[in-house]
């Protein structure tokens, strides 16, 4: 190998200072699928940090449609949507969403994060300002950066601070929140927010990454537990990498909005269709969320999350506002969070410390996910685990 040259001095005093404050960042390589029985360096882990809620990511009626898919339809999506990269298994997914969710449209996107680009960056605008949550999702932020419009966040969870910010501006635009708070683990006041958005004349956007699959009837997510339908909630995006056990994502909405970000929706239109076995696989999982069988898993995450409260209610340690399978326990400082997982790691758990940026300064916690694919026996060993370690921290 060839010296490398010596690289600029900002970048290595950056990287010092994240080190210096214990916020370094490295991937962790898994050698298996995402299940909760793990292995990493030849050791064993039972994890509890995966946004796998329903356990499909490996669940071999999705693995067979992936390869069933890739036999008739191959694996690349080869272009855009809009070039020759639509295949009949984009088609018959975006049917099947629209059909399920009750929307007139449904649009895939290669990720979550592009779905949020695209869709802000084409409604907002200059003059089309936007109003979000002050714990959104990290792409919703940079899509209204995109989109150059000018950007209010609200306190958290707070729709009088939301209207403030709506009442405050002089021309209206689009409002934003997340479903489920990814880090929280709490429900955006939906019903509330689409109020006052229809109140105002703002147009309002639900990403539901969390929800979807796990929560409301059929799975169908926030948008069911909050009673909204397209009427309400013109704009709601969804993500598969999360329940859906594969990865991309969708807007659902009606066929103006549709119209319009087809046209405009700059991360829709310049990127490669995501791989038509992934469509495939995707049909098979929302298939699995609507039959009996996703039932079953959401009532087995439902009782998991019922357990894991009541055995950390004694514990020394706050548990956040959550009903979802997103548990975080707020530790505070990054280093003793670091050192928490560390010790849970010693005890065959494995769950990631979240730290600033992702999380305010002095709210690193560690996020724990629980998901219809653990045992009892695992979570008996997470709360096992947690009550020695936190009563020796705290
Ligand atoms: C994970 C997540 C995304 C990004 O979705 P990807 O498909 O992973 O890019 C967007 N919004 C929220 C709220 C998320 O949690």
């Known amino acids: 190998m060839k010296p490398v040259p010596k690289s600029p001095n900002w970048m290595l005093s950056a990287l010092e200072e994240r080190k210096q404050q ?7 390589t898994l050698d298996s699928p995402q299940i909760p029985h793990t292995n990493i360096n030849a050791q064993g882990y039972t994890a509890f940090c995966s946004n796998d809620y329903l356990g499909l990511a490996n669940h071999p009626k999705l693995i067979k449609a992936m390869h069933d898919t ?3 339809y191959g694996v690349g999506g080869g272009s855009s949507h809009l070039v020759c990269g639509h ?17 007139e449209r449904v649009m895939l996107f290669s990720t979550g994060y592009m779905a949020n680009l695209g869709v802000i960056s084409a409604l907002a605008g200059k003059h089309r300002p936007v109003v979000q949550d002050k714990l959104n999702h990290a792409s919703l932020i940079d899509g209204a950066l ?3 419009a000018p950007l209010r966040r609200y306190l958290h969870g707070n729709v009088q601070s939301a209207e403030k910010l709506l009442v405050r501006s002089t021309i209206p635009g689009l409002l934003i929140t997340d479903g489920v708070f990814s880090m929280d683990g709490d429900v955006a006041p939906l019903a509330e927010l689409s109020k006052l958005a229809i109140e105002h004349d703002w147009m309002f956007m639900v990403d539901d990454a969390h929800g979807l699959g796990c929560l409301g009837e059929e799975g169908k997510g926030c948008l069911s537990l909050a009673g909204l339908d397209a009427a309400t909630l013109p704009i709601l995006v969804g993500t598969f990498g999360k329940a859906f056990g594969t990865a991309g994502a969708f807007v659902a909405t009606s066929h103006d909005y549709a119209d319009y970000l087809t046209q405009f929706a700059r991360p829709y239109i310049y990127t490669t269709a995501m791989s ?8 098979a999982s929302l298939r699995m969320i609507q039959s009996a069988e996703g039932q ?3 009532e087995r995450l439902a009782q998991h999350i019922v357990y894991f409260r009541q055995r950390i209610q004694s514990l020394p340690v706050t548990l956040m506002e959550s009903d979802t399978a997103i548990q975080p326990i707020i530790v505070g400082d990054s280093k ?7 010790q ?7 769950c990631t410390a979240i730290r600033p940026p992702t999380v305010p300064i002095g709210s690193s916690r560690l996020r724990i996910t629980l998901s219809a694919s653990h045992s009892k026996a695992d979570l008996v060993l997470l709360c096992d685990s947690l009550e020695h370690v936190l009563t020796a921290n705290f």
């Not at 009949?88 to 629209?98: G, K, R, T």
Request: proline residues 4%.
């Open 146 to 148: 995109l989109a150059q």
């Open 344 to 350: 849970l790691k010693l005890l065959g758990v494995w």
């Open 70 to 72: 890739a036999q008739q």
């Open 296 to 298: 079953e898993r959401r």
């Open 22 to 28: 214990d916020l370094m960042r490295q991937t962790v």
């Open 336 to 342: 003793a969070a670091l050192r928490i997982s560390e």
């Open 87 to 103: 295949l009949s298994p984009h088609q018959q997914l975006e049917e099947a969403l629209a059909d399920w969710l009750g929307y």
């Open 276 to 283: 038509p076995a992934m469509a495939g696989a995707t049909l």
